[in-house]
Structures are given as C-alpha cells and as structure tokens.
C-alpha cells in the first residue's frame, strides 16, 4: 500500500485516538487480535463494550467521515472569514 510515496506496513501511529472516537460514535469494537493476508497482529482494543462490525457499519462510518469532513472545511471557511474580516 501506497501512503503518499511511502510503503503503509501498518496503521498509523497517530491514528488510535480518530480510530477510538469513531469507534465510540458508531458503538462497535476495534481491535485486538487481528489476522491481514496470514499475518497475525496484537492491537490495542477500542471501545470494548461496543459491539462487533457488521456490514452496515461501513456505510455508516463512511457518513460520519463525511460529516466530519464538512464540519471541518465549515469551521475552516469560518476561521477564514473571520480572518480575512479582521485585516
């Protein structure tokens, strides 16, 4: 995998805090033992009182990043504006 011109061998280590608030927001259970292409991994488990993935959990976690996403360039348009008022 390709992460902007350098080789991905793993998650990113400063993704456990955006993986742990989604994990919340959606009510499902990340993590711990994991196997990708036969290789096993450890990770640390988010949201353990949270229920396990299913199929309809990945459109839903797609409409959060969405949201969150326009939440963001909103209050970055805002900051702008704001800005560009003061000046």
Do not use: C
């Not at 839903?60 to 702008?80: F, K, M, P, Q």
Request: a positive charge; zero cysteines.
């Amino acid at each position: 995998m390709n992460g902007g011109g350098h080789l991905v061998t793993g998650a990113a280590s400063d993704a456990g805090p955006v993986e742990a608030s989604f994990a919340g927001a959606l009510g499902v259970r990340l993590g711990g033992t994991l196997s990708y292409g036969g290789r096993v991994e450890h990770r640390p488990v988010l949201n353990a009182h949270g229920r396990t993935v299913t199929v309809p959990d990945i459109e839903r976690a797609v409409r959060l990043s969405r949201r969150v996403g326009l939440l963001a360039l909103g209050a970055a348009a805002a900051v702008r504006i704001v800005k560009g008022q003061r000046s």
